[in-house]
């Protein structure tokens, strides 16, 4: 390997500019890396000791209370007990502002713009990380309770961590499903056939109509694609009433075809791809006019090769909601229902149900969580172009 | 005059027989999009069309429509109570959870923008999920249980900031703002997303070109550049938080029950449920529906107007 030496840093407009406003002491210098050793080394020393501090008033609370509570002598300590119990308090809190701060020196970029305030990113940071916190909150209460055995899901005062692990709600849970009047593998399998079969129609019927709403201009398209901006807005509700009746005039009621054809024609995986489409060079299709392919061939080796991110998009926002539809209003027969409808059923089992449908709720969310997490790239990639234009 | 007018008209022949010249000759593209217009055609625009036409008939699936006029939707303002609070508490809920959801994904979008990769992927993990985790929001039942294993009542009461647990799914004062926390909660989805792809791809020269032109702070930076280059994916937001912030129907079936306490927690699409699925009254629903539908549409041609004056 060859390394290109005293090779200069690339500078951009931005590196100039930022220099000659160093210079005329408009902003203030970066940090120096040699700064930032001395910087981690302090910190280390002043967290140890704050740890410290927190660990024994910690231990010598625990231990005048258990002893008080057991009515035995009290230690010679005790009337320091509050004194302790600010100490670990004030410890605590300063331990994860500062852990807070140090993180944000050490990992957030070195180049910071110019026009920014280290205060304002520290508030920003700070706010961030507390929404964060909250909005986590619930999804990971709702995984600690499905560990929870029952005597802790009762606990007064209740505690969010669980205290002995057990994987008895999931196994609870089979034993109950295993008992049900129709096979658990049965809702399963309804799930998976129609998210599939949904899937794959959805994004071969809206494919081909993005691609030529794109790529192609001819009367009536453009107002064929704002009709369909519209009605991004019709969800399933409104629809919901003239449908079951459309439905029961094609007599579909009661048939897995009144979830899947209306998902076929679902709008935001038009509108997606459509979008993401019109970025794809003109040129690419004109010269592969030129070459005499047909249209299903450019669209087909062409086209569709080179979205692979929308229609990646597309699948995934398919899957999420075909998995979660509980279709209750067009399915009556216990043998066709979907499984978040059977889960739905369990969390409905009250009080004696409580760990079970904990148990539930992480099955139905970890499923788009996951698809999401791993998909999650392409998937901005897809939105950079999702803009509605005027 | 009349010369005039002929030449007009013949102008306009001449125009539709270019256009119609142009659609034969663009005929694979219609052949292209016919299976998904006519999909949707059946599963969109008809329901639309015939619930506007049900709206005006008495109609039970049963017996064939019955042409009354306007009588379903003078039934729904002069007789019905409760669609009144149905209106009522479905705007409270539009009205706060719609601006302030949309607000606020933009400005977590906004924030995180800036972050290191891996901090951004996963803030925007942890912002996304509550709105692609189906049915999760079953949690906040527990978490506002209304008995003292509740973790809300819980913690008030070992605080001694209440002396006896408070009934927050059943009783009418506390349903809507508990309602109103959860959707919030939720809010933060599709529309997030399209914010934080579009703010990465804001032109970086952009930027730095404003630094030369005397931006002083990041907020004059927002406003400035930051918005209106934005402009496509902030419409496009305004749709996704209009939807969601009208369509209320699942958090309070779920979660204040179904009928709530005093209908304190219905909503129009739970009326619309009510009607449609329960009494079979389908002409009465899709008044109802039809409702819903010119709201959201006049609501949406409001909130463009505005979107398109910002930075300007």
């Known amino acids: ?390 | 005059m009349k010369s005039l007018a002929g030449k007009y008209l013949s102008m306009k022949r001449e125009q539709m027989h270019y256009g119609w010249q142009k659609a034969k000759r663009m005929k694979t593209c219609y052949l292209f999009l016919a299976p998904y217009a006519i999909l949707f055609f059946t599963f969109f625009i008809l329901p639309i069309a015939s619930s506007i036409y049900f709206s005006f008939t008495y109609y039970n699936i049963l017996e064939a429509p019955k042409f009354v006029g306007l009588q379903n939707y003078i039934n729904l303002v002069l007789q019905d109570e409760v669609f009144l609070t149905a209106v009522r508490n479905t705007l409270v809920i539009a009205v706060i959870t719609g601006p302030i959801g949309y607000i606020l994904s933009f400005l977590f979008a906004w924030f995180i923008n800036e972050l290191p990769r891996w901090m951004r992927t996963l803030a925007v993990v942890v912002f996304y999920a509550p709105s692609i985790a189906g049915n999760a929001f079953y949690v906040f039942s527990i978490l506002f249980r209304g008995d003292v294993y509740g973790y809300l009542n819980a913690i008030l009461m070992q605080f001694a900031l209440i002396d006896r647990p408070i009934l927050w799914l059943l009783d009418p004062n506390y349903m809507l703002p508990v309602i109103i926390i959860v959707i919030l909660w939720m809010s933060m989805g599709t529309g997030f997303l399209s914010f934080v792809a579009g703010l990465q791809g804001v032109d970086k020269s952009m930027y730095e070109a404003g630094y030369v032109d005397g931006i002083r702070n990041r907020w004059q930076e927002l406003y400035y550049i930051t918005l209106p280059s934005m402009k496509p994916m902030l419409l496009f937001g305004a749709v996704m938080s209009i939807t969601s912030a009208f369509n209320v129907c699942d958090v309070p079936r779920a979660l204040a029950g179904y009928p709530s306490t005093d209908y304190a927690a219905r909503t129009i699409v739970t009326h619309l449920f009510d009607y449609g699925f329960s009494r079979f009254e389908m002409g009465y629903a899709s008044a109802i529906a039809t409702v819903l539908f010119l709201v959201m549409i006049l609501c949406n041609k409001a909130i463009q107007n505005m979107l398109r004056k910002v930075g300007t």
């Open chain 1, 1 to 390: 390997m060859t390394q290109p030496i005293n090779k200069p840093a690339r500078k951009t407009r931005g590196d100039l500019l930022r220099e000659q406003m160093i210079l005329r002491g408009e902003i203030i210098q970066d940090q120096e890396p040699a700064g930032q050793k001395k910087f981690l080394i302090v910190s280390i020393i002043l967290l140890l000791v704050l740890a410290a501090i927190v660990a024994f008033s910690w231990i010598r609370v625990d231990l005048i209370e258990s002893q008080s509570l057991q009515g035995l002598e009290l230690p010679r300590d005790a009337e320091y007990a509050s004194f302790y119990k600010l100490a670990q308090f004030l410890g605590i809190v300063c331990g994860a502002c500062y852990l807070f701060y140090a993180g944000i020196r050490l990992l957030a970029p070195r180049r910071r713009k110019p026009n920014r305030s280290i205060w304002g990113d520290l508030g920003i940071y700070f706010m961030l990380a507390v929404v964060a916190v909250a909005m986590a909150f619930p999804l990971v209460f709702s995984i600690m309770s499905s560990l929870k055995p029952l005597d802790e899901l009762f606990r007064f005062p209740p505690r969010v961590f669980p205290q002995h692990v057990t994987l008895d709600n999931f196994s609870d849970l089979f034993v109950t499903l295993s008992q049900s009047y129709v096979p658990f593998s049965r809702y399963l399998v309804n799930t998976v056939f129609i998210t599939f079969v949904g899937t794959a129609g959805h994004l071969l019927i809206a494919s081909m109509a993005a691609f030529v709403l794109a790529k192609y201009d001819f009367p009536g398209g453009k107002t064929f694609f704002n009709i369909v901006v519209t009605a991004l807005m019709f969800s399933g509700y409104v629809t919901g009433i003239p449908n079951y009746v459309i439905m029961s005039k094609l007599h579909m009621i009661d048939t897995y075809w009144a979830i899947i054809l209306p998902a076929f024609a679902a709008p935001i995986g038009l509108f997606l791809m459509k979008q993401f489409m019109e970025g794809l060079p003109t040129a690419l299709i004109e010269a592969a006019h030129l070459d005499g392919a047909s249209e299903m061939r450019i669209f087909w080796s062409i086209v569709m090769p080179n979205v692979k991110p929308a229609w990646l998009t597309a699948i995934i926002f398919s899957v999420q909601s075909l998995w979660n539809t509980n279709a209750a209003t067009v399915i009556y027969s216990e043998s066709k229902k979907t499984l978040v409808y059977a889960l739905q059923q369990i969390q409905a089992g009250g009080v004696a149900r409580t760990g079970q449908a904990a148990a539930v709720t992480v099955i139905v969310m970890l499923v788009p969580i996951t698809i999401f997490i791993l998909s999650q790239s392409q998937i901005l990639e897809t939105m950079a172009s999702s803009g509605l234009k005027d």
